[in-house]
């Protein structure tokens, strides 16, 4: 294997402007910018409404060097003290470690209302340039001249709860562990804070990038939005993210030459739109924004109106990698029915899933459902005494199917089959979005990243175990259940999954010329997963061609239509690409 095997782009982005003027970088050109623009006056309410995780004594810092003289009040100032935060929402976040019920909070249940109306009295001062800044700003200042949204990528926010820098909204609780700054984040922190954002997209002067410290970049509320819309109209990519786990292998690093600095890399979450970001192009300067924004303020437009009257502004559609080459197997885990997931987390749907098999060594291998005549006593005996006593490791290979796998095998996994991948693959991971909803059995007896064992949830899992999903069923029904579709000059196109359980269809076209395809006013996921180069392109030029590389995901969103995909090079190598979307009659819809 060689380094830098493809052109793999770990930086995509979306071109909206060709002036990097659109763009103010360092809080310098932002003064510049700020005091030039006629919605500021020297006695004005200023809004600066910030995502959890933004550093807010940088913000505060950085506008008191421009807006010289002016009050500033911090939103904090006016929540709820932590005691009173804890306990209000101390019955949806629960005790357990990783899983919490999804919050229905809205950013008003974290103020005081007397501590709200004081703050809010302070800002009648006349004759002053007030700024109000932290989350909640545009609440406490509801009529401000100009808003301000201080956004952040959510990776960067993770990155810094790994460093305790940031706490949780409201709390002064930086020093927890990761895992509980995540999951309250996750839960509560970002579902406030996301339906916030829905209320101001349109209210928005600038937006301020704050992913780099010290180093924020500006660009009107206007062109944030045109940028939105932008990316909404034609192919695109999100930034991917690579994250090392303790059964992390060594492809992804030589073949998409990844940074030394990781012991392994476990992950690749290549489109995930909760979680990855979204560059923005002005001339020669990338504003990073999460690539969830496009979801939100462009959803029938990405989506399509059948996605979105289902799932809301919701992205149903994950693709990640998960690389084992070198490395070890996944946990075997098990995800929730839809009823389970619906009665337990308030989830409307769940995470049916499969692995595709972008890379695979000889030995590679994939667990997959039962084997045929287990007895359900003994398998739960040997799970449980395998957390309690280090001597008795889970006999997987006595209860579990273990299916040998090549590169292009496609496995299917609906919920409640027993999996996970073994050593020595790459897999493109097709699922639901229904977040962090997997019940881990057994880990064989390693530990995390942080050097603790990591969570089990066998409760959990014990109860959503489809106990017929068998060998000879497994065999028959979830693996390469591959049927040819249509062909033409030069592409055949097959389907390949998923299951008629789950709701996501996955079409694989190979190619050696121009190949048609169509969203069905329904977004499409695509990755290359064969071939060096394509070129996806719009019949009627309704955009400009957009370039994919071997293993890149990309997105065609629903109000794109009809569109073309052909190898860059004419020279007769097949290439193929794998499409995942919601089909209308699948999992009840």
């Known amino acids: ?13 979306v071109p909206i402007t060709r002036d990097s003027a659109d763009c103010a970088v360092g809080w310098l050109e932002i003064a510049q910018k700020l005091s030039s623009s006629t919605l500021l006056s020297n006695e004005c309410v200023i809004a600066v409404e910030c995502y959890p995780g933004v550093d807010i004594e940088e ?12 009050t500033v009040l911090h939103t904090k100032t006016a929540f709820l003290s932590a005691a009173e935060l804890e306990k209000k929402f101390a019955a949806s976040l629960g ?13 008003q249940d974290f103020f005081d209302a007397d501590k709200l109306v004081h703050l809010q009295d302070e800002i009648k001062q006349p004759g002053k340039t007030i700024l109000v800044i932290g989350t909640g700003a545009s609440v406490v200042a509801p009529d401000a001249h100009t808003v301000i949204y201080a956004d952040l ?12 820098l940031i706490g949780n909204l409201g709390l002064d609780n930086a020093a927890a562990t990761a ?3 995540y999951k309250r984040a996750f839960f509560l922190d970002w579902r406030v804070a996301d339906r916030l954002k829905c209320q101001l997209f349109e209210r928005i002067d600038f937006l301020l990038d704050t992913n780099q410290a010290q180093q924020p970049k500006l660009i009107t509320g206007e062109l944030f939005r045109i940028g939105l819309k932008q990316t909404a109209a034609s192919p695109f990519s999100v930034v991917p993210f690579f994250d090392p786990g303790p059964w992390g292998g060594h492809w992804m690093k030589e073949a998409f030459d990844l940074p030394e600095n990781s012991s392994n890399y476990a992950w690749c979450f290549n489109c995930v739109p909760e979680e990855n970001s979204l560059l923005l192009g002005f001339g020669e300067h990338r504003v990073e924004v999460p690539s969830l924004n496009v979801v939100l303020f462009q959803p029938q437009e990405l989506l399509g109106p059948f996605v979105y009257s289902n799932f809301g502004a919701e992205f149903p559609i994950r693709f990640d990698y998960l690389d084992t080459m070198d490395g070890g197997n996944l946990s075997l885990q098990v995800h929730p029915l839809r009823q389970y997931i619906r009665e337990t987390f308030g989830m409307d749907y769940t995470q049916d899933e499969s692995y595709y098999m972008l890379q695979a060594a000889n030995d590679g291998t ?16 040997d799970l449980r005494n395998a957390q309690t006593d ?9 209860y579990i199917n273990i299916w040998p796998a090549q590169k292009h095998d496609h496995f299917l996994i609906p919920a409640g089959t027993v999996h996970c991948s073994g050593r020595n693959g790459v897999v493109l991971e097709i699922s639901a979005t229904p977040y962090i909803f997997t019940f881990k059995l057994w880990d064989w007896g390693r530990l995390g990243m942080d050097g603790k064992p990591r969570p089990i949830h066998l409760e959990h899992g014990l109860a959503n175990i489809q106990w017929n999903r068998t060998t000879e069923w497994v065999r028959d029904h979830l693996i390469n259940r591959v049927e040819t579709l249509a062909h033409g000059d030069g592409w055949t196109e097959e389907r390949t999954g998923l299951h008629e359980l789950e709701f996501i269809e996955t079409r694989r076209h190979w190619f050696t010329k121009l190949t048609p395809h169509h969203t069905g006013n329904t977004v499409n996921v695509l990755n290359l997963v064969e071939g060096t180069e394509a070129i996806v392109e719009s019949p009627s030029a309704a955009f400009e061609p957009f370039v994919v590389h071997y293993g890149e995901t990309f997105i065609v969103p629903a109000a794109v239509g009809a569109y073309t995909i052909r190898p860059s090079q004419q020279d007769g190598a097949r ?10 009659n699948g999992n009840g819809f």
């Open 366 to 381: 994939v667990y997959l459902g039962l084997k045929d005549g287990v007895d359900r006593t003994a398998f739960e005996r």
């Open 59 to 70: 913000i505060a810092a950085g506008m008191r060097s421009i807006f010289i003289g002016a």
């Open 95 to 107: 005790n357990d470690p990783v899983f919490g019920i999804m919050s229905h909070a809205v950013i």
């Open 179 to 181: 895992a509980q700054l």
């Open 390 to 398: 280090p001597s008795s490791p889970f006999p997987a290979e006595k």
């Open 575 to 584: 290439h193929a690409t794998l499409k995942a979307y919601v089909r209308e």
């Open 153 to 164: 990528a959510r990776w960067e926010i993770q990155r810094r709860q790994r460093q305790h």
């Open 1 to 13: 294997m060689l380094k830098s095997a493809t052109s793999f782009d770990r930086f995509p982005f």
